[in-house]
Structure formats: C-alpha cells, structure tokens
C-alpha cells in the first residue's frame, strides 16, 4: 500500500505561515512525483502543487504562486509544503498524494491520507 501521513496544519492568523509535511510509507518516495491537494468546504479538490521526483521541476496554482514553496527529503522521504502570507482563501484541507506532474496541473492516482486542517482566521 502507498500510504502517507499530512501534518502540519493547524490556525493561523492572516499572513502567518505554516509548514506542512507529508510523510510516505510503504514505498520509497524517490522514484514518484508528489501533488498537494486542499478542499474547501463547498469546493472542488484544487491541485496546489506539485513536484517531481528530483524536486528539480514544480508547480503552483496561480493562487498559491509567490506565497507557497513545494519541496521534498528523499532521506527522509517526506514532501513539505511551506505556506507563507496565508490567507483565509487558504483554508481547507490538505492532502497529498503520488501525482503526475503535468506542466499545467497535478494529476493524482492511487490513496489519499487522512489530510491535515489549515485554518486562516483573525
């Protein structure tokens, strides 16, 4: 089974920052590209980012472009995601999941983890 474990989340006020992590098991991480996916209550699943298995090649959805930066430990097999300015937009769910890194947008297969809350609220 490919299975991952996102944390990190949690509530922050407007502008703060949050690093969140997702953490494979059952599977060396190396050799799969990895998106990070969010929903929204009353949204579709939006792809946020999305890296190769380098890490040599990414993407961003417009909104999170200059604000969020994807990155990935190979060592550690984790992907992390470090949200900078967040906004209340920003709040949802995040998931990741091993995805195909399309030049326009993540595309996921396979199981998601349980997901992990962020939350943006003065």
């Known amino acids: 089974q490919l299975q991952f474990v996102e944390s990190g989340g949690g509530l922050v006020q407007p502008g703060g920052s949050l690093r969140l992590s997702c953490a494979a098991s059952?599977?060396?991480?190396?050799?799969?590209?990895i998106g990070w996916f969010r929903q929204a209550p009353g949204k579709e699943h939006e792809g946020v980012s999305c890296?190769?298995?380098?890490?040599?090649?990414?993407y961003y959805t417009d909104s999170a472009k200059g604000r969020f930066t994807i990155s990935r430990d190979n060592a550690k097999n984790t992907v992390y995601l470090q949200m900078n300015s967040l906004k209340p937009e920003d709040t949802a769910v995040y998931y990741c999941?091993?995805?195909?890194?399309?030049?326009?947008?993540?595309?996921?297969?396979?199981?998601w983890g349980q997901g992990t809350q962020v939350t943006v609220s003065s």
């Open positions: 999941a091993v995805s195909i890194c399309y030049s326009d947008h993540p595309a996921p297969f396979g199981s």
């Open positions: 059952g599977f060396t991480l190396d050799y799969y590209a």
């Open positions: 890296i190769n298995n380098s890490g040599g090649r990414t």
